[in-house]
């Protein structure tokens, strides 16, 4: 059963805009939550992070959003650049879980058009 | 030197073959993990060592087996695989059992004939 979901397989967006990429999750102890980027023939590269004591962690033109109550945290890229382009991955995880035991979404592809 | 090193990038190999895949860090990191991700599934958690020593394995069949010789090595003994073992197998670490952010190799990418 997936514990982490990200229901859109992909998402095209226009240079300069805004991209917002969106993760549910159902296990109410997760206390940490991930974002990972792709790139084909490369490994997931950490990107940013939120703890479950916040509801926003920003980086730059990367800012996480947590809402605890709805278990939804979206990832929102400002501006979004052509490099910006790869699938990604949202994680969570628990201390009671192990803090090392990720539970990975199934990915979504954003593609920045120029 | 902030990179996870993973060889071979790609393996074949038959049913009763024996190989090795290989993982290396020297981020001084204390936590290594083995992931195995199949086509347009997330990764799952195969094995995670601790301190070099084996600390959770997820119910994976002993037809893997991992093998963390010193802090900065981390390998992955293949034996007797099937059709089904084909995936990416993600290496990673972290700084510590504790800590959340993992860092990844790029993976190998094994076909099993």
């Known amino acids: 059963d997936q514990q982490v979901k990200q229901n859109s397989p992909s998402l095209s967006v226009q240079e300069g805009r805004i991209s917002i990429l969106n993760c549910d999750y159902t296990n109410s102890m997760f206390d940490y939550f991930l974002w990972y980027k792709k790139y084909p023939a490369e490994g997931p590269t950490f990107l940013i992070s939120?703890?479950?004591?916040?509801d926003k962690n920003e980086d730059g033109r990367f800012t996480v959003f947590l809402n605890k109550s709805a278990k939804h945290l979206s990832l929102h890229i400002v501006p979004s650049q052509p490099g910006d382009s790869a699938v990604y991955f949202c994680?969570?995880?628990?201390?009671?879980?192990?803090?090392?035991?990720?539970?990975f979404g199934t990915g979504t592809r954003l593609t920045v058009i120029p | 030197d902030t990179e996870v090193t993973q060889t071979p990038k790609h393996l074949v190999m038959g049913m009763t073959n024996k190989k090795s895949l290989k993982c290396e860090q020297h981020?001084?990191?204390?936590?290594m993990y083995w992931y195995k991700q199949k086509a347009k599934k997330p990764p799952e958690l195969m094995f995670v060592?601790?301190?070099?020593?084996?600390?959770i394995n997820e119910s994976v069949p002993s037809r893997f087996s991992p093998e963390c010789p010193n802090s900065s090595l981390l390998n992955l003994h293949l034996h007797a695989l099937q059709p089904e073992d084909s995936a990416l197998y993600l290496c990673?670490?972290?700084?510590?059992?504790?800590?959340?952010?993992?860092?990844f190799g790029p993976g190998t990418r094994l076909t099993v004939t």
């Open positions: 060592y601790s301190y070099e020593k084996l600390s």
């Open positions: 939120i703890s479950s004591i916040k």
């Open positions: 990673a670490s972290s700084q510590d059992p504790a800590s959340y952010e993992q860092y």
């Open positions: 994680a969570a995880t628990s201390r009671s879980t192990g803090a090392n035991n990720l539970f």
């Open positions: 981020m001084g990191h204390r936590a």
